[in-house]
């Protein structure tokens, strides 16, 4: 009795939750005579995947899922190079600093956007990156580099230093120790913060917005984020995008839920 | 050798990071002193004058005053929220539990440009299916332009971002509520203790800790939130719902007056930095104990 009470609770909150979802994904749907009356209602006998063929016919979404693919797949790559180098000094050395530099990272982690946003517009365009995906990358790394070095750090410490000392004596160098010893087995950490680094560079707006303005750099979300206000009749194309850029993350995140429980077996197994 | 090894190490990502973050805030520490053009950077020095500008704006306080609400009030909602979620989630039935938790997650997961589309679409006076609840039950006469009108827009935004922000302090409160010693239960059970009291005696003040975490990040993190507030409604109608870093955009590349939009950003650094070291003073004093 309690149990039934429990789950019919449980599925009110979760249709509460996802209602903003829900309308948007069936407007998604909807042919745009049906978007466009008043009363408004859930269902129309005239549902198609028409919308969402539109978006990448009339309005640029083929351009901004490229430039979005471009820009999130090379800033995981970057961000992760150098940041499990990092990770990987601070999990394993001592030296002057150290408290100090990964103090800096944490609070740089909170640093506003705004308050870089316009020396870093006048770099990128005096680099003569402003508008192109590169500068996108190089922006999008930086931004997610603090993050990823303290979960990789987190990751390396939890490699037990056993393994990595018989490697050593085997005659590895340190660095070749991180690369056939600890890479392998930080694995699972790896690609939870690869798919952590995607993400964040997948949904970021602030930057991708003031660092671009035409459609050969402009990233999905800043699609979305611009034809709210510029094309407001077109309210079906537009929920059609939203539907499947949310995708990914979703994807993602059942992933990384998945690859955490791993990596902690993995990590209880040694 | 053995020793510049992890600054060999270190090199790449905090030169990187330098230019592109810290390098910047310097910069911009500078600009706010000068006088500023977008175009050709700073011209001359005009000591506090970029300041004294945006302190004497009008449109700057009422900005502070809404970021200020926004940020707080927003993040106790959505605490509040989250620990109702949370306390849900951890009575446990089964793999239920579990594709719920993944529910209640999703407005966390997706886009907060997505978040905030959604929202103004589910708003919209005349086509979205919230005016159209509200007036079928006769709870309004006719449609609210909710998201036009300068006395809900702020509102509306707010409540889409505790929407965005709840699911995380979920996750957080249920970590903390899994982590209380089922001991402390037992024994006021024992002293006969209704389930309220236990509540309010055992599992808040166990939470006391991931509170005051939730709690600064939530603020710092909606204090810095550009995305919601820009996507549902550029800061309108007329300023109303404007906060500090759509402000901080609307100086510099609306209005084109760099040197303002330096200064303001500079005060928005100064206030965040205030939040994180507390922020950092919470976390670390919890390890000590």
């Known amino acids: ?270 | 050798m053995k020793r510049s090894t992890p600054y060999l190490l270190l090199a790449p990502a905090l030169l990187f990071t330098g230019f592109i973050l810290l390098f910047p805030l310097v910069q911009n520490l500078l600009n706010s002193l000068m006088h500023m053009t977008l175009g050709r950077g700073g011209t001359s020095w005009s000591g506090l004058e970029n300041y004294s500008r945006v302190l004497s704006d009008g449109l700057f306080w009422l900005a502070f005053r809404n970021t200020v609400a926004y940020a707080v009030a927003g993040t106790v909602a959505a605490l509040l929220l989250g620990l109702g979620f949370a306390v849900v989630l951890n009575a446990r039935i089964g793999k239920f539990t579990d594709i719920m938790a993944f529910f209640y997650s999703i407005p966390w997961v997706v886009s907060p440009v997505v978040a905030g589309f959604a929202w103004k679409w589910l708003l919209n006076d005349s086509f979205g299916i919230f005016n159209e609840w509200l007036t079928s039950w006769g709870i309004v006469r006719e449609d609210v332009n909710w998201l036009g009108d300068p006395r809900t827009a702020l509102l509306c935004v707010a409540v889409a971002r505790i929407w965005q922000f709840y699911p995380f302090a979920m996750v957080m409160f249920l970590a903390g509520l899994q982590c209380i010693p089922q001991e402390q239960y037992e024994a006021a059970e024992v002293d006969g203790a209704t389930a309220l009291r236990k509540f309010f005696h055992i599992t808040i003040p166990n939470l006391r800790y991931v509170t005051a975490v939730l709690l600064l990040l939530g603020v710092i993190w909606s204090f810095n939130d550009f995305n919601m507030v820009f996507v549902m409604t550029r800061g309108g109608p007329i300023n109303s719902s404007m906060v500090l870093p759509v402000l901080v955009r609307e100086y510099s590349f609306v209005y084109f007056d760099v040197g303002k939009g330096s200064a303001l950003s500079i005060l928005v650094f100064a206030m965040l930095f205030l939040l994180s070291f507390l922020y950092l003073r919470v976390l670390t004093r919890s390890d000590a104990a």
Request: glycine share 6%; charged share 10%; with cysteine.
């Open chain 1, 1 to 270: 009795m309690k149990k039934t009470a429990l789950i019919v609770l449980m599925l009110v909150l979760a249709s509460l939750v996802l209602l903003p979802f829900l309308w948007t994904t069936a407007t998604s749907f909807k042919p745009l005579t049906e978007v466009n009356k008043h009363p408004p209602e859930w269902f129309s006998p005239n549902m198609s995947f028409e919308p969402y063929r539109d978006m990448f016919f009339y309005l640029p979404f083929s351009d901004y899922t490229a430039n979005s693919l471009v820009v999130a797949g090379a800033a995981t790559v970057l961000t992760l190079v150098m940041g499990s180098l990092a990770g990987f000094a601070f999990a394993r050395f001592t030296f002057p600093g150290k408290r100090l530099v990964l103090l800096v990272l944490l609070l740089s982690q909170m640093l506003p956007g705004a308050s870089v946003i316009i020396p870093l517009f006048q770099l990128v365009t005096a680099a003569g990156l402003y508008d192109t995906l590169v500068g996108l990358i190089l922006v999008h790394t930086a931004i997610m580099l603090p993050f990823v070095i303290w979960l990789l750090y987190g990751f390396f410490s939890g490699i037990p230093r056993e393994v990595e000392d018989a490697a050593l004596i085997d005659g590895c160098s340190r660095v070749s120790a991180l690369w056939r010893v600890i890479l392998p087995l930080a694995l699972p950490g790896l690609g939870a913060t690869a798919l952590f680094a995607f993400l964040g560079s997948w949904n970021e707006f602030f930057f991708s917005l003031l660092l671009t303005t035409s459609d050969t750099a402009r990233t999905i979300p800043v699609g979305i984020g611009l034809f709210v206000g510029e094309y407001q009749d077109v309210w079906n194309q537009m929920s059609a995008a939203a539907v499947l850029f949310s995708i990914p993350p979703l994807l993602l995140f059942l992933l990384v839920r998945k690859t955490f429980v791993k990596g902690l077996a993995a990590g209880a197994l040694q």
